[in-house]
C-alpha cells in the first residue's frame, strides 16, 4: 500500500490523489516515515493549491496526520513550502478549510524550529482576525469571497489561541504579538464570552503570560477600555484558573502605578471577589489576592511591610467572613472593611 500511495500522490489524477492521500492515516508510523523521506509533502503541498475543497481538505488532513507526534515532520512541512499557502488558505477558503488550516497551524507552531517563520510570515494578524471574527465567508459559488462574515466555531477560535501560545513561547516573537494585537483580541474574549468557559480560560492565561513579560502588553491592558472591569468580573464569575490569572493581572497592573490604577480597580468593585477568594482561592490566587488587598489600602506606610506581618489585615478580616459564613455578599464585605477602622479604602 505504501507504494500506492505515493505513486498516486505523484502521478494519479484528482480523485487518486484524495484516496491515496485519505489512506495515509491507515500506515504505521514507519511508513509514514519512508514516505516522507521519499518526498510525499511535496505533492500534498501542491494538492493545497487546489481550487476543489476536498482535494484541499484531504490534503490538510494527510498533512496533520504525518505532522502528528513528529517534530520532524512538523518542520518538514514549512521547510517544503506550505507556510505561503496555508496562510493563502486563511484569507482565501470556506469556513471549514479556514477552521482545518487554523488547525494545522496550531500543530507545527507547536515545533521550536518553525515558530519565527510562522510569526515573519503575517499569519499572526491572519489568525486574530480570525479570532476576533473580522474574515468573510465564501460563497456558494466557489472560493471567492463576498462581504458576509461568519463565526467560526469555538474548537477553532482555542485553536487559534493555542497557536498564539504556541508562538508566545519564543521570546523573540513576544513584540511582533502585542504589535499585531493580541491584548485587545484576548481582552474582547474575556469581556464578552460566558464565564466560566475554556475559551475564557485560555485566553486570560496566554494574557497573564503575555503581560508578565512585556511592559507594553502590560500597559495597554490596564489602559484598554473596561479591561479592569472584564478581570474584576473573571474574579467573581470564572473558573478557579481564570480567578488566578485576573488577580494576578490585576496585580501586575497595580503594581506598575499604585497611584493611576489603585481607584479605577476599587471603582470596578473588586473588594468582594478578593475577598472570596481569600477563602476558597486556590493557593497561588488566595496569595495574589492578599498582596493585592495590600496594595488597594489607603495607608501611607504601605512601604514599611517589615513593621507589620504582611497577613495580619487578611487575617482579621478573616476573623470576620469566619464569623459570618464563607459566601460573603458584596455589601457584607464591604461593611467588614468599613468596621476595621485603622485600615481606610478610600478610592
Request: net charge negative.
Amino acid at each position: 500500500m505504501e507504494e500506492l500511495v505515493l505513486q498516486n500522490l505523484l502521478n494519479g489524477d484528482t480523485e487518486a490523489q484524495i484516496q491515496a492521500a485519505a489512506q495515509l492515516g491507515n500506515l504505521n508510523g514507519k511508513q509514514r516515515h519512508n514516505l516522507v523521506e521519499r518526498g510525499v509533502m511535496l505533492p500534498l503541498i501542491s494538492m493545497l493549491h487546489s481550487q476543489d475543497f476536498e482535494t484541499i481538505e484531504a490534503a490538510l488532513f494527510a498533512l496533520l496526520t504525518l505532522a502528528f507526534g513528529s517534530e520532524r515532520n512538523k518542520s518538514w512541512i514549512l521547510k517544503s513550502g506550505a507556510l505561503p499557502v496555508l496562510i493563502n488558505l486563511l484569507q482565501c477558503q470556506s469556513k471549514a478549510l479556514i477552521e482545518l488550516t487554523i488547525t494545522a497551524f496550531m500543530i507545527v507552531s507547536s515545533c521550536k524550529e518553525n515558530k519565527l517563520s510562522i510569526a515573519s510570515s503575517g499569519a499572526i494578524g491572519q489568525i486574530l482576525e480570525i479570532l476576533n471574527g473580522d474574515y468573510a465567508n465564501a460563497n456558494s459559488n466557489g472560493m471567492h469571497m463576498n462581504k458576509n462574515t461568519i463565526a467560526i466555531s469555538t474548537q477553532a477560535r482555542l485553536d487559534s489561541v493555542a497557536t498564539l501560545h504556541n508562538l508566545s513561547t519564543y521570546h523573540q516573537i513576544m513584540p511582533s504579538l502585542v504589535s499585531a494585537g493580541v491584548v485587545f483580541s484576548l481582552l474582547q474574549i474575556i469581556r464578552t464570552c460566558q464565564k466560566p468557559s475554556q475559551l475564557v480560560e485560555k485566553s486570560i492565561a496566554l494574557l497573564d503570560d503575555i503581560v508578565s513579560s512585556s511592559k507594553s502588553a502590560l500597559k495597554e491592558t490596564a489602559a484598554t477600555y473596561d479591561a479592569i472591569g472584564a478581570l474584576v468580573e473573571t474574579i467573581e464569575e470564572g473558573s478557579s484558573e481564570s480567578k488566578e490569572h485576573a488577580v494576578r493581572i490585576l496585580l501586575f497592573i497595580c503594581q506598575s502605578c499604585r497611584e493611576n490604577y489603585r481607584g479605577l480597580i476599587l471603582r470596578e468593585g473588586v473588594m468582594p471577589g478578593l475577598l472570596q477568594l481569600t477563602v476558597d482561592g486556590t493557593w497561588r490566587a488566595k496569595t495574589m489576592a492578599e498582596e493585592l488587598l495590600l496594595l488597594l489600602r489607603d495607608c501611607s506606610s504601605y512601604g514599611r511591610r517589615h513593621q507589620q506581618s504582611r497577613n495580619e489585615v487578611i487575617e482579621q478580616i478573616m476573623q470576620e467572613i469566619d464569623a459570618e459564613g464563607e459566601e460573603v455578599a458584596g455589601a457584607t464585605a464591604l461593611r467588614l472593611l468599613a468596621r476595621l477602622g485603622r485600615i481606610q479604602w478610600n478610592i
